[in-house]
């Protein structure tokens, strides 16, 4: 089973291929592409509409970069497994 991280401010987990996802729940104004694009790894929480990851395998990884692209306040970022930053 997948860990994924909640906290007050972040979302975060790591894919089986190593990439880790982030959402910041700071930014996200709960706009929804994500969970669009990529609706097996984030759903918006009831509460308030925020971005959540449900599982960072749920889809491709080109998925969850074109995810991170649609969010129009680029609030999910990407990083590779030596923890570069690849996104935004
Ligand atoms: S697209 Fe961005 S702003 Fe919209 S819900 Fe997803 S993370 Fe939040």
Known sequence: ???????????EAVR??????TVD???CISA????????LT???RDSDGKALILDPD??????VKEAARSCPILAIFIKDKNGKQIFP
């Not at 089973?1 to 979302?11: F, G, I, L, R, Y």
């Not at 089986?16 to 996802?21: A, E, K, L, S």
């Not at 749920?58 to 998925?63: A, F, I, P, V």
């Open 1 to 11: 089973m997948v860990q994924v991280n909640n906290t007050e401010d972040k979302s």
């Open 58 to 63: 749920g889809d491709s990884l080109e998925k």
């Open 42 to 44: 984030f759903y918006l």
């Open 25 to 27: 729940l700071d930014k």
């Open 16 to 21: 089986q291929d190593g990439y880790t996802i």
């Open 32 to 39: 929804g592409p994500c969970s669009i694009v990529a609706p």
